[in-house]
Protein backbone atom coordinates (compact mmCIF):
# COMPACT_ATOMS: atom_id res chain seq x y z
CA UNK A 1 0.00 0.00 0.00
CA UNK A 2 1.33 3.53 -1.00
CA UNK A 3 -0.18 6.44 1.15
CA UNK A 4 -0.07 10.44 -0.35
CA UNK A 5 0.81 13.05 2.39
CA UNK A 6 -0.75 15.81 0.79
CA UNK A 7 -2.79 19.31 1.37
CA UNK A 8 -4.78 21.62 -1.26
CA UNK A 9 -6.09 25.02 -0.22
CA UNK A 10 -5.79 28.57 -1.06
CA UNK A 11 -2.57 28.81 0.65
CA UNK A 12 -0.96 25.52 -0.81
CA UNK A 13 -1.00 25.51 -4.30
CA UNK A 14 -3.23 22.66 -5.97
CA UNK A 15 -0.22 21.15 -7.75
CA UNK A 16 0.89 19.46 -4.62
CA UNK A 17 -2.08 17.36 -4.52
CA UNK A 18 -2.07 16.61 -7.79
CA UNK A 19 1.21 15.85 -9.15
CA UNK A 20 0.58 12.94 -5.77
CA UNK A 21 -2.43 11.76 -7.87
CA UNK A 22 -0.36 11.71 -11.24
CA UNK A 23 2.09 9.19 -9.31
CA UNK A 24 -1.02 7.49 -7.83
CA UNK A 25 -2.38 7.02 -11.03
CA UNK A 26 0.65 5.43 -12.31
CA UNK A 27 1.01 2.99 -8.93
CA UNK A 28 -2.92 1.97 -9.49
CA UNK A 29 -1.84 1.09 -13.07
CA UNK A 30 0.74 -1.51 -11.79
CA UNK A 31 -2.13 -2.80 -9.28
CA UNK A 32 -0.81 -0.88 -6.04
CA UNK A 33 -2.96 0.02 -3.53
CA UNK A 34 -2.92 3.80 -3.05
CA UNK A 35 -4.81 6.25 -0.09
CA UNK A 36 -4.24 10.03 0.73
CA UNK A 37 -4.36 11.82 4.00
CA UNK A 38 -5.26 15.05 4.38
CA UNK A 39 -4.98 17.72 7.22
CA UNK A 40 -8.66 19.10 6.17
CA UNK A 41 -11.16 18.03 3.70
CA UNK A 42 -10.77 20.81 0.79
CA UNK A 43 -10.53 19.90 -2.99
CA UNK A 44 -11.53 16.22 -1.96
CA UNK A 45 -14.02 16.60 -5.16
CA UNK A 46 -10.36 15.82 -7.19
CA UNK A 47 -9.85 12.29 -5.20
CA UNK A 48 -13.54 10.96 -5.50
CA UNK A 49 -13.43 11.46 -9.10
CA UNK A 50 -10.38 9.74 -9.65
CA UNK A 51 -11.57 7.10 -7.44
CA UNK A 52 -8.78 7.49 -4.48
CA UNK A 53 -9.70 6.66 -1.22
CA UNK A 54 -8.67 9.38 1.33
CA UNK A 55 -8.61 10.32 5.47
CA UNK A 56 -9.07 13.87 6.81
CA UNK A 57 -6.60 14.06 10.34
CA UNK A 58 -8.78 17.24 11.39
CA UNK A 59 -4.79 18.67 11.91
CA UNK A 60 -3.08 21.64 11.24
CA UNK A 61 -1.84 21.52 7.55
CA UNK A 62 0.80 24.51 8.57
CA UNK A 63 1.47 22.49 11.62
CA UNK A 64 2.98 18.49 10.66
CA UNK A 65 4.62 17.90 13.80
CA UNK A 66 1.42 18.65 15.57
CA UNK A 67 -0.68 15.82 13.68
CA UNK A 68 2.33 12.95 14.35
CA UNK A 69 0.41 11.51 17.48
CA UNK A 70 -2.54 11.28 14.61
CA UNK A 71 -0.22 9.62 12.22
CA UNK A 72 0.84 7.16 14.50
CA UNK A 73 -3.05 6.00 15.33
CA UNK A 74 -3.14 5.22 11.55
CA UNK A 75 -0.39 3.27 11.06
CA UNK A 76 -1.39 1.16 14.27
CA UNK A 77 -5.02 0.96 12.13
CA UNK A 78 -3.87 -0.05 9.40
CA UNK A 79 -1.32 -2.58 10.94
CA UNK A 80 -4.55 -4.28 13.08
CA UNK A 81 -5.90 -4.27 9.71
CA UNK A 82 -2.77 -6.38 8.20
CA UNK A 83 -2.12 -3.92 5.76
CA UNK A 84 1.65 -2.62 4.90
CA UNK A 85 2.57 0.35 3.86
CA UNK A 86 5.07 0.24 1.55
CA UNK A 87 6.01 3.76 0.94
CA UNK A 88 4.63 7.10 2.46
CA UNK A 89 5.14 9.68 -0.16
CA UNK A 90 5.37 13.63 1.39
CA UNK A 91 4.49 16.62 -0.23
CA UNK A 92 4.50 19.58 1.56
CA UNK A 93 6.71 22.47 2.25
CA UNK A 94 5.64 22.41 5.66
CA UNK A 95 7.51 18.79 6.33
CA UNK A 96 10.53 19.67 8.83
CA UNK A 97 13.39 17.09 9.41
CA UNK A 98 12.01 16.37 12.99
CA UNK A 99 8.44 15.09 11.01
CA UNK A 100 9.94 13.04 8.12
CA UNK A 101 12.26 11.51 11.11
CA UNK A 102 9.77 10.26 13.35
CA UNK A 103 7.58 9.23 9.84
CA UNK A 104 10.21 6.93 8.48
CA UNK A 105 10.65 5.39 11.93
CA UNK A 106 7.32 3.67 11.32
CA UNK A 107 7.68 3.32 7.43
CA UNK A 108 9.88 4.24 4.13
CA UNK A 109 9.21 7.45 3.43
CA UNK A 110 9.55 9.46 0.04
CA UNK A 111 10.19 13.51 -0.07
CA UNK A 112 9.32 15.14 -2.99
CA UNK A 113 11.62 18.06 -2.76
CA UNK A 114 11.30 20.93 -4.72
CA UNK A 115 13.83 23.49 -3.01
CA UNK A 116 16.79 21.47 -2.17
CA UNK A 117 17.59 23.90 0.68
CA UNK A 118 18.55 20.89 3.61
CA UNK A 119 19.15 16.91 3.89
CA UNK A 120 16.14 14.66 5.08
CA UNK A 121 15.89 11.70 7.23
CA UNK A 122 13.95 10.06 4.60
CA UNK A 123 14.12 6.80 2.21
CA UNK A 124 14.33 8.60 -0.84
CA UNK A 125 13.61 12.12 -2.20
CA UNK A 126 11.84 12.64 -5.84
CA UNK A 127 14.23 15.45 -6.90
CA UNK A 128 12.74 16.34 -10.10
CA UNK A 129 13.05 20.60 -10.67
CA UNK A 130 16.41 21.34 -11.76
CA UNK A 131 18.75 23.29 -10.58
CA UNK A 132 21.31 26.07 -11.63
CA UNK A 133 23.71 24.23 -11.15
CA UNK A 134 23.15 21.55 -13.04
CA UNK A 135 23.01 21.12 -16.70
CA UNK A 136 20.32 19.93 -19.25
CA UNK A 137 21.90 16.58 -19.24
CA UNK A 138 20.83 13.55 -20.86
CA UNK A 139 18.08 11.33 -18.95
CA UNK A 140 20.29 8.24 -17.32
CA UNK A 141 16.53 7.13 -15.64
CA UNK A 142 18.51 5.79 -13.24
CA UNK A 143 18.13 6.31 -9.48
CA UNK A 144 21.05 7.97 -7.98
CA UNK A 145 22.07 7.23 -4.56
CA UNK A 146 25.23 9.19 -2.98
CA UNK A 147 28.14 8.33 -1.61
CA UNK A 148 28.58 11.55 0.47
CA UNK A 149 26.74 13.49 3.12
CA UNK A 150 26.91 17.39 3.04
CA UNK A 151 24.48 19.93 3.63
CA UNK A 152 21.85 18.40 0.59
CA UNK A 153 22.79 14.45 0.77
CA UNK A 154 22.31 11.88 3.33
CA UNK A 155 24.46 8.86 2.68
CA UNK A 156 21.78 6.56 3.31
CA UNK A 157 18.97 8.28 0.93
CA UNK A 158 18.19 7.29 -2.63
CA UNK A 159 18.18 10.40 -4.99
CA UNK A 160 15.35 10.32 -7.92
CA UNK A 161 16.80 13.53 -9.59
CA UNK A 162 16.07 14.88 -13.46
CA UNK A 163 13.32 15.89 -15.83
CA UNK A 164 12.83 12.50 -16.73
CA UNK A 165 10.85 11.69 -13.15
CA UNK A 166 9.25 14.52 -14.05
CA UNK A 167 5.36 13.46 -13.17
CA UNK A 168 2.80 14.15 -15.77
CA UNK A 169 -0.50 12.58 -16.56
CA UNK A 170 -0.51 10.08 -19.29
CA UNK A 171 -1.91 12.44 -21.45
CA UNK A 172 1.29 13.76 -21.86
CA UNK A 173 3.48 11.51 -23.04
CA UNK A 174 4.63 12.83 -25.94
CA UNK A 175 2.30 12.79 -29.43
CA UNK A 176 2.22 14.20 -32.92
CA UNK A 177 0.76 17.40 -32.30
CA UNK A 178 -1.02 18.66 -35.46
CA UNK A 179 -1.45 22.47 -36.77
CA UNK A 180 -1.69 24.58 -34.16
CA UNK A 181 -4.71 27.72 -33.95
CA UNK A 182 -3.48 31.43 -33.91
CA UNK A 183 -4.47 30.99 -29.96
CA UNK A 184 -2.53 31.75 -26.32
CA UNK A 185 -2.81 29.52 -23.78
CA UNK A 186 -2.85 31.21 -20.25
CA UNK A 187 -2.55 30.09 -16.99
CA UNK A 188 -1.69 31.43 -14.19
CA UNK A 189 -2.14 28.87 -11.10
CA UNK A 190 -5.15 27.60 -9.00
CA UNK A 191 -5.24 31.38 -7.39
CA UNK A 192 -3.27 33.66 -9.43
CA UNK A 193 -3.30 36.05 -6.51
CA UNK A 194 -1.84 38.66 -8.52
CA UNK A 195 -4.59 38.65 -10.96
CA UNK A 196 -1.67 37.98 -13.87
CA UNK A 197 -4.33 36.83 -16.37
CA UNK A 198 -6.65 39.76 -16.24
CA UNK A 199 -4.07 42.31 -16.28
CA UNK A 200 -2.49 40.33 -19.59
CA UNK A 201 -5.63 40.41 -21.66
CA UNK A 202 -6.18 44.17 -21.01
CA UNK A 203 -2.78 44.38 -22.18
CA UNK A 204 -2.87 42.03 -25.17
CA UNK A 205 -6.19 42.79 -26.90
CA UNK A 206 -4.62 46.28 -27.45
CA UNK A 207 -1.69 44.06 -29.65
CA UNK A 208 -2.29 44.34 -33.66
CA UNK A 209 -0.09 41.66 -33.39
CA UNK A 210 -2.74 39.73 -31.79
CA UNK A 211 -6.39 40.71 -33.86
CA UNK A 212 -6.89 37.18 -35.18
CA UNK A 213 -5.68 35.79 -32.22
CA UNK A 214 -8.14 33.96 -29.57
CA UNK A 215 -7.06 33.68 -25.68
CA UNK A 216 -7.80 30.35 -23.91
CA UNK A 217 -7.77 30.99 -19.87
CA UNK A 218 -7.72 28.09 -17.56
CA UNK A 219 -9.26 29.36 -14.58
CA UNK A 220 -7.89 28.00 -11.06
CA UNK A 221 -10.67 26.60 -8.94
CA UNK A 222 -9.86 29.47 -6.27
CA UNK A 223 -9.29 32.45 -8.31
CA UNK A 224 -10.70 35.34 -6.44
CA UNK A 225 -10.59 36.91 -9.84
CA UNK A 226 -13.33 35.35 -11.96
CA UNK A 227 -15.85 38.10 -12.05
CA UNK A 228 -13.36 40.17 -13.51
CA UNK A 229 -12.07 37.43 -16.25
CA UNK A 230 -15.57 37.15 -16.51
CA UNK A 231 -16.18 40.22 -17.29
CA UNK A 232 -13.37 40.57 -20.00
CA UNK A 233 -14.67 37.70 -21.55
CA UNK A 234 -18.16 39.80 -22.24
CA UNK A 235 -16.18 42.79 -23.28
CA UNK A 236 -14.16 40.64 -26.10
CA UNK A 237 -15.47 37.50 -28.12
CA UNK A 238 -11.59 36.48 -28.27
CA UNK A 239 -10.77 35.52 -24.98
CA UNK A 240 -12.57 32.13 -23.80
CA UNK A 241 -12.30 30.58 -20.25
CA UNK A 242 -12.51 27.28 -19.27
CA UNK A 243 -12.78 25.86 -15.72
CA UNK A 244 -12.32 22.77 -14.22
CA UNK A 245 -11.02 20.94 -17.45
CA UNK A 246 -9.65 17.37 -17.70
CA UNK A 247 -8.22 17.64 -21.23
CA UNK A 248 -5.30 20.65 -20.70
CA UNK A 249 -2.99 18.91 -23.08
CA UNK A 250 -5.34 19.27 -26.21
CA UNK A 251 -5.25 22.88 -25.49
CA UNK A 252 -1.42 22.90 -25.10
CA UNK A 253 -1.31 20.77 -28.20
CA UNK A 254 -3.61 23.03 -29.89
CA UNK A 255 -2.83 26.34 -29.01
CA UNK A 256 0.35 28.80 -30.73
CA UNK A 257 1.83 30.30 -27.60
CA UNK A 258 0.97 30.25 -24.08
CA UNK A 259 1.87 31.53 -20.73
CA UNK A 260 2.13 30.66 -17.57
CA UNK A 261 3.30 30.35 -13.87
CA UNK A 262 6.07 28.40 -13.00
CA UNK A 263 5.31 24.33 -11.83
CA UNK A 264 4.80 21.30 -13.18
CA UNK A 265 2.72 23.01 -15.68
CA UNK A 266 5.50 23.99 -17.44
CA UNK A 267 7.15 20.41 -17.71
CA UNK A 268 3.66 19.36 -19.18
CA UNK A 269 4.42 22.49 -21.83
CA UNK A 270 7.68 21.31 -22.72
CA UNK A 271 6.23 17.60 -23.59
CA UNK A 272 3.77 19.38 -26.03
CA UNK A 273 6.42 21.63 -27.32
CA UNK A 274 4.35 24.92 -27.23
CA UNK A 275 6.36 28.01 -26.86
CA UNK A 276 6.05 29.93 -23.84
CA UNK A 277 6.19 32.72 -21.60
CA UNK A 278 6.66 32.27 -17.93
CA UNK A 279 6.69 34.12 -14.79
CA UNK A 280 6.93 33.20 -10.70
CA UNK A 281 4.86 34.41 -8.29
CA UNK A 282 6.44 32.46 -5.36
CA UNK A 283 9.79 31.33 -4.06
CA UNK A 284 9.98 27.88 -4.99
CA UNK A 285 9.08 28.39 -8.65
CA UNK A 286 12.10 31.04 -8.88
CA UNK A 287 15.40 28.54 -9.90
CA UNK A 288 12.65 26.39 -12.16
CA UNK A 289 11.56 29.16 -13.99
CA UNK A 290 15.31 30.12 -14.60
CA UNK A 291 16.73 27.04 -15.02
CA UNK A 292 13.76 26.56 -18.34
CA UNK A 293 15.00 30.04 -19.44
CA UNK A 294 18.79 29.10 -19.74
CA UNK A 295 17.78 25.52 -21.01
CA UNK A 296 16.79 27.68 -24.07
CA UNK A 297 12.86 25.71 -23.57
CA UNK A 298 11.29 29.05 -22.51
CA UNK A 299 11.53 32.92 -21.84
CA UNK A 300 11.32 33.29 -17.80
CA UNK A 301 10.55 37.76 -17.12
CA UNK A 302 10.43 37.66 -13.85
CA UNK A 303 8.38 37.50 -10.55
CA UNK A 304 5.35 39.07 -10.31
CA UNK A 305 5.52 39.80 -6.78
CA UNK A 306 8.49 42.21 -7.85
CA UNK A 307 7.51 43.05 -11.57
CA UNK A 308 5.14 46.36 -11.24
CA UNK A 309 4.40 45.86 -15.25
CA UNK A 310 4.81 41.96 -15.20
CA UNK A 311 1.95 41.77 -17.63
CA UNK A 312 3.80 44.11 -20.09
CA UNK A 313 7.04 42.02 -20.19
CA UNK A 314 4.72 39.10 -20.95
CA UNK A 315 3.15 40.52 -23.75
CA UNK A 316 5.86 42.03 -25.22
CA UNK A 317 7.79 38.48 -25.20
CA UNK A 318 4.57 36.92 -26.42
CA UNK A 319 4.65 39.40 -29.77
CA UNK A 320 8.30 38.53 -30.25
CA UNK A 321 7.40 34.76 -30.41
CA UNK A 322 4.07 35.67 -32.58
CA UNK A 323 6.39 37.57 -35.12
CA UNK A 324 9.43 34.97 -35.04
CA UNK A 325 8.55 31.89 -36.62
CA UNK A 326 12.18 30.26 -36.04
CA UNK A 327 12.06 31.45 -32.41
CA UNK A 328 9.20 29.32 -32.02
CA UNK A 329 10.82 26.23 -33.75
CA UNK A 330 14.00 26.70 -31.98
CA UNK A 331 12.27 26.66 -28.58
CA UNK A 332 9.99 23.66 -29.45
CA UNK A 333 12.45 21.76 -30.30
CA UNK A 334 14.55 22.10 -27.00
CA UNK A 335 11.25 21.32 -25.20
CA UNK A 336 10.87 18.48 -26.89
CA UNK A 337 14.70 17.14 -26.01
CA UNK A 338 13.92 17.91 -21.98
CA UNK A 339 10.77 16.20 -21.03
CA UNK A 340 9.58 12.77 -22.52
CA UNK A 341 6.13 12.39 -20.27
CA UNK A 342 6.83 9.25 -18.42
CA UNK A 343 8.26 10.20 -15.39
CA UNK A 344 5.38 9.25 -13.05
CA UNK A 345 5.54 5.91 -14.52
CA UNK A 346 9.47 5.54 -13.66
CA UNK A 347 8.53 7.30 -10.02
CA UNK A 348 5.77 4.15 -9.73
CA UNK A 349 8.13 1.39 -10.49
CA UNK A 350 10.26 2.54 -8.34
CA UNK A 351 7.38 2.72 -5.31
CA UNK A 352 6.44 -0.46 -6.02
CA UNK A 353 10.11 -2.07 -5.73
CA UNK A 354 10.37 -3.01 -9.86
CA UNK A 355 13.01 -0.59 -10.15
CA UNK A 356 14.04 0.65 -13.08
Not at 14 to 33: F, Q, S, V
Not at 73 to 98: C, M, N, P, R, W
Not at 235 to 261: E, F, G, P, T
Request: hydrophobic share 35%.
Amino acid sequence: MIVFRADANETVATGHLMRCMTIAEACREKDAECEFWLAEDRETGRLREAGFPYRILGSHWDDLEGELPLLQKQFDELEAQGKKISYLVVDSYQATSGYLGRLRERVPVLYIDDMREQSYPVSAVLQYIPSTEEKPAKQTHRIQKTDKTDKTENADTIYLRGLSYAPLRKEFVKTHCGKREKSILITTGGTDTYHVAGRLLRECVKQDTFREYRFHVIVGSMNSHEADLQELAGQDARICLHKNISNMSDYMRSCKLAVSASGTTLLELCACAIPTVCFSFADNQVEFASCMDRYGAMRYVGDAREKADIEQLICAQLVKLAEEEELQKKQSARMETLVDGKGAERIADFLIGKGL
